[in-house]
């Protein structure tokens, strides 16, 4: 069990954060053990055809599905990037190396391709992560992003509305938020700690790699809160949202098609990624119909990255359907909601 002590109730004490690298980590569970993420498959299909230093990169974990603190790192903005997280971990000192990894394989120490010299295994797990990015990760990042920054906007529009104890509620049965008091109950009772967020904070990095809350391994790491995302059902969905033909023929494909994924609020940069467009493009889509009165949007929480959309209720397409009955001159009545 985990207890981190708020040094404070406002936001500024809990950020939010993604990070391509704790993703790439992570991940590592699934390629351990596949069956505890069934709705991965679809990428572990093509992971599987992938020429990756195997060996390596499943060393880096244990049949707990723990991984070394050194290579999740609390990400220092919530725009972080792979390269300048790689750099991070490349300055890893030999001694944080060693420990780390004796830390996940406790019970019998790392595996031989991790007992060398930490300098020479540190080499090469980056190169075994590198390539492991290249050739899994980087062609599908956008849409994976895009899941964890939607994430992100559902959390911070729940402070918003519901304060923060819902929030953390809304994440997991095993977090509460108890006045100033956070309690993590871990799936292993081998981890057990209490420490304060004072001068550093708690922040909260949603991931698509992980079925329950988790945390780093020592006390002595920085608070950090690795949750599951939401959303993850709609990752690997391919096909494209199917408006009504008459609302396509007037306003066009991505239009109709963006007021039909609509019927939730969705982050720009999830549109673009359902839709198969670019991000400016969408903003541009989006813009004109904000303008034109169809859509509503508002930006939640201080780190939140990514703008919410929502359709108004009378234009969204479940509302619009024939009134019955053809009319005449070829003329198609419409009804619409109320509002």
């Known amino acids: 069990m985990i207890r981190y002590e708020l040094a404070g109730p406002d936001l500024s004490e809990v950020r939010f954060a993604i990070s391509p690298l704790n993703e790439l980590t992570l991940s590592l569970r699934a390629l351990r053990d596949p069956g505890r993420f069934p709705l991965h498959l679809p990428w572990l299909r093509t992971v599987r055809a992938a020429d990756l230093d195997r060996e390596t990169l499943l ?8 991984t070394p603190d050194f290579l999740n790192p609390r990400p220092r903005n919530p725009l972080a990037r792979l390269e300048d997280e790689l750099e991070v971990i490349a300055a ?3 001694q944080r190396v060693r420990a780390d990894l004796d830390a996940v394989h406790f019970d019998s120490g790392p595996p031989a391709i991790l007992s060398g010299r930490p300098q020479v295994v540190l080499r090469r797990v980056l190169t075994a992560l590198r390539g492991y990015w290249d050739a899994c990760f980087e062609p599908h990042w956008q849409r994976m992003r895009a899941v964890l920054e939607a994430d992100i906007v559902h959390r911070g529009r729940t402070i918003v509305h519901s304060g923060m104890a819902s929030m953390f509620a809304g994440i997991s049965p095993r977090v509460t938020l108890s006045d100033d008091l956070l309690t993590i109950r871990l799936t292993t009772s081998k981890v057990d700690y209490r420490r304060t967020t004072a001068g550093d904070g708690l922040t909260l990095v949603p991931t698509l790699f ?5 945390t780093p391994i020592s006390p002595e790491e920085p608070p950090v809160m690795f949750y ?3 959303g993850l ?3 690997w969905t391919s ?5 009504p033909r008459a609302l396509r023929d007037l306003i066009g494909e991505t239009r109709s098609g963006l007021l039909t994924l609509l019927e939730a609020p969705a982050s720009s940069t999830e549109l673009a990624v359902r839709l198969g467009v670019t991000p400016t493009a969408v903003n541009q889509h989006l813009r004109a119909m904000r303008a034109a009165g169809l859509l509503t949007s508002a930006r939640h929480g201080r780190s ?3 703008v919410g959309y929502e359709a108004l209720g ?8 024939p009134a019955g009955g053809p009319a005449p001159c070829g003329e198609i009545r419409w009804r619409r909601s109320p509002g």
């Open 304 to 306: 939140v990255v990514g």
């Open 210 to 214: 992980t079925r329950n809350p988790s």
């Open 228 to 230: 599951p995302a939401r």
């Open 239 to 243: 096909d494209r949202p199917q408006a």
């Open 59 to 66: 060393a880096l974990t244990n049949e707990r599905l723990w």
């Open 233 to 235: 059902g709609t990752l």
């Open 92 to 94: 890893t000192s030999p």
């Open 314 to 321: 009378r234009w969204h397409p479940a509302a619009l359907s």
